[in-house]
């Protein structure tokens, strides 16, 4: 893969202070292609659609579902009814939470390295609802235990809401297997598939996922922008979480009608220029190829984690097996708190990467750590940055 060629479109890598980005876990950076389609909304057609029979909602209508379309590519859905907008991963497993009508006695299993987008809706839940809330315990500390998901499940079970892919980490687990096992169980599956998504391929069909969840900023699209996929037959039976203007056929006094999905998920005036944008960002990520993105990354991580592994001081929280990590290397340095770190590599080495618990906060308080540093590559990362970060981290442990 010609790491050049796509470095060149993104314009904050063309500076002359450009930074070494290792932080594309958190959130990617943007190519001119996904800023322009953004700015050409703002300038050549900045009204509303779906509403207006004017030539310039038109465009905005058209822009908006060929954006809903390449989003359904992006997943590998069958039908564009069954891509919802969103604003981002949180909000999609908040519409399944809270849609599926789950009550007092209902068990929800989610494995024990959740993002927070993960872990507070069902928190939420057992508190308001009185649902069952539990996690299944891992195996060897890191990796997805089928056979603990097995022993969790019971006749109460109506949901395992899982990661694909860790932000912690960048384990993923074995999702196809869980989805076929609490499908023989006739247990729905929810997927946080945020981490995922921008990198590696992602086919909802032959998962046979009922829901699946994404955020554009994390594949070089728009923040505040996501969609959610589900079956179409299991989006009919949500009850939508926010109601009103876009999502009816027509109201009267006493009563309304919703309009069928995805409509009827998507309340009020929408984010038309940040749904154009992720729909080019999709299709930019598709024209790289995520099989490419995959091998690129696991390259710069086996050399990343390799220069690491050799310097005293350092200890990396994840898979031993590199190949296990994807684009993600979060680790420690002894005498140093980890949001140190991080200021130390921006203060000094115009390196940017991420600290803290990385919205991971049930799995270090259950293990009593305060954090890690994590450093994450991505399509438009080389071998200069890797160096960059390598160099900078054994500096600061000679120092």
């Excluded at 960002?281 to 390799?306: C, F, P, W």
Aim: hydrophobic share 35%; with cysteine; net charge negative.
């Amino acid at each position: 893969m010609d790491i050049s060629k796509f470095r060149k479109d993104f314009p904050i890598l063309n500076t002359d202070d450009a930074p070494t980005y290792l932080d594309s876990a958190c959130m990617t950076l943007r190519p001119q292609q996904v800023i322009d389609s953004i700015m050409e909304y703002y300038t050549k057609y900045p009204v509303c659609g779906g509403r207006s029979v004017h030539r310039m909602s038109w465009q905005v209508t058209e822009g908006f579902e060929m954006a809903r379309d390449s989003l359904r590519r992006f997943v590998g859905a069958e039908q564009t009814s069954e891509m919802v907008f969103t604003r981002n991963t949180t909000e999609g497993m908040n519409i399944v939470a809270n849609g599926l009508g789950l009550g007092k006695g209902d068990k929800v299993l989610t494995s024990d390295k959740e993002h927070n987008s993960n872990v507070v809706p069902w928190h939420h839940l057992a508190k308001y609802k009185g649902i069952d809330y539990q996690v299944v315990p891992a195996k060897d500390n890191y990796y997805f235990d089928l056979e603990a998901l097995k022993e969790s499940i019971d006749s109460k079970t109506k949901l395992m809401s899982i990661v694909h892919t860790s932000n912690l980490d960048g384990y993923t687990n074995p999702v196809k297997d869980i989805i076929e096992i609490c499908h023989d169980k006739g247990i729905k599956v929810l997927m946080d598939a945020a981490q995922a998504a921008p990198h590696k391929e992602l086919n909802v069909v032959d998962l046979d996922v009922d829901f699946a969840s994404i955020s554009a900023h994390k594949f070089c699209g728009p923040s505040g922008m996501g969609a959610l996929y589900g079956k179409y037959d299991e989006l009919k039976n949500l009850v939508p979480t926010y109601v009103g203007g876009s999502t009816v056929v027509n109201t009267t006094y006493d009563s309304y009608e919703l309009l069928p999905p995805p409509s009827c998920f998507e309340a009020g005036l929408q984010d038309y220029a940040g749904a154009i944008g992720a729909g080019t960002a999709a299709e930019y990520i598709m024209g790289v190829g995520r099989d490419n993105i995959q091998k690129h990354e696991t390259k710069l991580n086996t050399i990343l984690s390799n220069k690491l592994e050799n310097l005293e001081g350092v200890s990396i929280v994840g898979p031993e097996d590199v190949s296990h990590r994807g684009g993600i290397t979060s680790f420690t340095l002894d005498n140093w708190d980890t949001t140190e770190i991080a200021m130390h590599l921006d203060e000094t080495y115009n390196i940017a990467i991420r600290s803290g618990m990385h919205c991971v906060h049930s799995w270090f308080n259950s293990r009593k750590i305060e954090g890690t540093a994590r450093a994450s590559v991505y399509l438009y990362n080389n071998e200069a940055d890797v160096r960059n970060f390598t160099n900078a981290i054994e500096d600061m442990l000679s120092s």
